[in-house]
């Protein structure tokens, strides 16, 4: 990927956190049962009961936007795992 590439990515992903943040918070009410996720191509209507798999989805697209900034400042990434 090139800078622009890149940059535009990240820029997508940080929105797409955004929306992921502003569900859980909306969660955070006990009276709010569906919340719809606006990532400007479409709309995806989420529950409460989905709440756990919204907070590992979160969790993987930080990781992932800090993966594209590194490689967008030149730092370098290395993701291990264990060899056994």
Do not use: H
């Amino acid at each position: 990927m090139n800078t622009a590439e890149l940059q535009t990515q990240i820029t997508f992903s940080k929105a797409y956190l955004a929306q992921l943040n502003a569900a859980i918070t909306a969660f955070a009410d006990p009276t709010v049962l569906r919340y719809d996720l606006d990532t400007g191509q479409s709309i995806t209507r989420v529950q409460r009961n989905e709440l756990p798999a919204i907070i590992k989805s979160r969790q993987v697209l930080m990781e992932e936007i800090c993966t594209l900034e590194a490689r967008l400042t030149g730092g370098g990434v290395t993701r291990g795992q264990p060899a056994w």
